[in-house]
């Protein structure tokens, strides 16, 4: 893996009046496997938005990991994104950066010319599989992505490292699929050891994400 290809070329401008269109909208950037777009319909959007870009879990899809932040957008002013991966699962996990980081960056690039982001508060964020993934791209991304959110991830694999965002990262002490001992815990200390900024919480359950550790997060996220 070389550096470059995971490398996001997509910057925001922070000045652009408020979006024209609200609520949940298809990127129309792809066929089967697309993505989607939320703005908020109640909450005053004026000046920069934070960004939440979401990854799903592996067999999943964008809808599955947008809804979850639906209602934190109306309360705060979010704006979400939320891609499918080409495949069944992220590209570096079936061997290699190439056509999702591609995928992604259109994506960002849609979104930065139809509204006004933050570019101190854009965050990637992602579930499982998408935490892995959400978390490797961003640190070779951290001079576009502000802050990185991994919920339950499995490994790090970074092609490179870029910046230095803020990370949160959860994880479940009863995880059976990922873990804890060999997931979150090893991310927790390969964070901590590069000198990372991180906010690091376990909690008593499985391989989910409680509302209250999602609260936590947006919290810390600001």
Known sequence: MTPDAARLSARP???LPPPGECGLLPLNLGSSRDGLLYVPEKHPLDGPRPLLV??????SQASHSIRPFVDAAERYGLILLACDSR???WDVIRGGYGPDVQFIDRALELVFSRCAIDPQKLALDGFS???SYALSLGLNNGDLFSHLLGFSPGFLAPAGQVGMPRIFVSHGTADRVLPIDRCGRVIRDQLTRAGYDLHYTEFEGGHTVPPEVQEEALGWWG
């Open 87 to 89: 495949g069944g699962t």
């Open 54 to 59: 979401a990854c799903h879990g592996a067999g």
């Open 129 to 131: 599989d998408g935490a």
């Open 13 to 15: 401008d922070p000045t």
